[in-house]
T-cell receptor, first 114, second 115 residues
C-alpha cells in the first residue's frame, strides 16, 4: 500500500543546515510536496518537486529527489528559530492522483536551538 | 488576500451531540478537502469535493458527512461525535490543473474537543 515515512524528530543549532528525509512508496507519484505546520496552525505549502527533476532550490530551501530509491529530502540552509515546526512530506498516489489526494508522512518535528 | 477560512477555530461539543464545522475559500478552487489530524499524526483525508462531485474515502466513518452548497463553502457534519473524534480538522483547496500539480492550500484548522 501507499506509505510515506519520515523520522519523527530533528534538532539543530541556529545557523546550521537542517536536512529532513522522507521515503515514499508510490513510484508513479508525479509531484512530491513539503508542508510546514506551526503549533496550532494549518499546513503551509513550502515547496514541491516534479518527479522528472533531481533538485529544486528556492532561497534557503533545497529539495533533492532520488526517484530510484524513492527518497526525498528537504534542506534548510542557515536554520533559524522561526523554522521550528513540523515538516510533512506528501505524495500524490496514482489511484488518488486524479483529484490530488495527498498521502502525508507523520511529520518531522524540527527544533532549532539558539 | 485570497485564503481558506475555517470557523470556528475551537469547538467543544458533547458526546453524541451533532456538530458542524465550516470552511470557506476565496481562491475559487474546484476541489475542497477535509482532513482529520490527531495529535502527532499525519493528516488523514476524510473526503473531498471536485466541484459538486463528492468523493468519500473508503475508511471514513458514516458518522462524518459533508456538504458543499456552492464553490466557496464546504461543511463537515459529525452526526454523533465520540471521544475518538476529538482532533484538528483541516480544510484545504486546490485547482484542478492539467499538469497534475495539486498544490493544496490549507485553512488554520478547527480543533474539536468532545466532552
Amino acid at each position: 500500500g501507499e506509505d510515506v515515512e519520515q523520522s519523527l524528530f530533528l534538532s539543530v543549532r541556529e545557523g546550521d543546515s537542517s536536512v529532513i528525509n522522507c521515503t515514499y512508496t508510490d513510484s508513479s507519484s508525479t509531484y512530491l510536496y513539503w508542508y510546514k505546520q506551526e503549533p496550532g496552525a494549518g499546513l503551509q505549502l513550502l515547496t514541491y518537486i516534479f518527479s522528472n527533476m533531481d533538485m529544486k532550490q528556492d532561497q534557503r530551501l533545497t529539495v533533492l529527489l532520488n526517484k530510484k530509491d524513492k527518497h526525498l529530502s528537504l534542506r534548510i540552509a542557515d536554520t533559524q528559530t522561526g523554522d521550528s515546526a513540523i515538516y510533512f512530506c506528501a505524495e500524490t498516489p496514482q489511484d488518488g492522483g486524479s483529484q490530488g489526494n495527498l498521502i502525508f508522512g507523520k511529520g518531522t518535528k524540527l527544533s532549532v536551538k539558539p | 488576500d485570497a485564503m481558506v477560512i475555517q470557523n470556528p477555530r475551537y469547538q467543544v461539543t458533547q458526546f453524541g451531540k451533532p456538530v458542524t464545522l465550516s470552511c470557506s475559500q476565496t481562491l475559487n478552487h474546484n476541489v475542497m478537502y477535509w482532513y482529520q489530524q490527531k495529535s502527532s499524526q499525519a493528516p488523514k483525508l476524510l473526503f473531498h469535493y471536485y466541484d459538486k462531485d463528492f468523493n468519500n474515502e473508503a475508511d471514513t466513518p458514516d458518522n462524518f458527512q459533508s456538504r458543499r452548497p456552492n464553490t466557496s463553502f464546504c461543511f463537515l457534519d459529525i452526526r454523533s461525535p465520540g471521544l475518538g473524534d476529538a482532533a484538528m480538522y483541516l480544510c484545504a483547496t486546490s485547482r484542478f490543473p492539467g499538469s497534475g500539480n495539486y498544490e493544496q492550500y490549507f485553512g488554520p484548522g478547527t480543533r474539536l474537543t468532545v466532552t
